[in-house]
């Protein structure tokens, strides 16, 4: 069965550091998205991407965060200056199309810890 | 915005025993789905519900939609030690197209005593 995948499962980086969270999206899968899970929370919406660019980002999703898609495969999230509270499992998630197929399929998941 | 509110946040259970979760959404859903999640692990899709009033089931667990399609439960029958994790109900946002995502509940963390 086709599955996300995400790398790395799980990342050790200091404050103020810059990371990127990368993940492969099902093959023939058109809407991406992160979510972001603290320890023993919900699972927030973080922002949903389509055609090369951002549809949509929440309130968590600030100036630190980006996303991209540097090729065909690939679906990133950098954050430019980690701090704390940015500790978190981050899952990737992947949508097939509009039309009766609204169900996401999730990664497993990368864990970063901010120290 | 639309919140989705899930109960309880926590439930113990004896092997054996049943289990329920109930979500609620502020606002009037075009369908909702349940994910389970189990310790350590990423969400995993179980079913969608889109028609009012709809009951599907999946052996031991059934999934309900309400009639005014605001609410929602799942219902474990005889739970076992496999059925341990969180079950989080979500609701979409948006039309379907490039605006839809899927808002969770809070989940319901599921733990059986063998």
């Known amino acids: 069965e086709p599955e996300v995948t995400q790398t790395p499962s799980h990342q050790v980086t200091q404050m103020g550091q810059e990371v990127i969270l990368r993940c492969v999206p099902i093959s023939n899968h058109l809407y991406f998205y992160w979510y972001r899970q603290i320890l023993g929370q919900k699972v927030e919406f973080l922002v949903s991407f389509y055609n090369n660019e951002i549809s949509e980002k929440s309130e968590i999703f600030d100036d630190q965060f980006s996303v991209e898609r540097p090729d065909g495969s690939n679906f990133t999230l950098k954050i430019r200056s980690t701090k704390l509270e940015d500790s978190a499992m981050y899952f990737c998630a992947s949508r097939r199309d509009r039309v009766g197929a609204n169900v996401l399929t999730f990664g497993a998941g990368s864990r970063l810890t901010v120290l | 915005g639309q919140q989705v509110m899930q109960i309880p946040q926590y439930q113990h259970v004896q092997e054996g025993e049943d289990f329920t979760t109930y979500c609620n959404s502020s606002?009037?859903?075009?369908?909702i789905q349940w994910y389970k999640q189990r310790p350590g692990g990423h969400p995993v899709f179980l079913i969608q519900?889109?028609?009012?009033?709809e009951v599907k089931k999946q052996k031991r667990l059934t999934f309900q939609f309400g009639e005014a399609k605001k609410n929602s439960s799942l219902h474990i029958t005889a739970t076992q030690t496999t059925d341990v994790g969180t079950y989080f109900c979500?609701?979409?946002?948006?039309?379907?197209?490039?605006?839809?995502?899927?808002?969770f509940g809070k989940g319901t963390l599921l733990t059986v005593n063998p």
């Open positions: 979500a609701g979409p946002m948006g039309s379907g197209g490039s605006n839809y995502k899927l808002t």
């Open positions: 519900l889109v028609k009012s009033g």
């Open positions: 606002t009037t859903l075009s369908n």
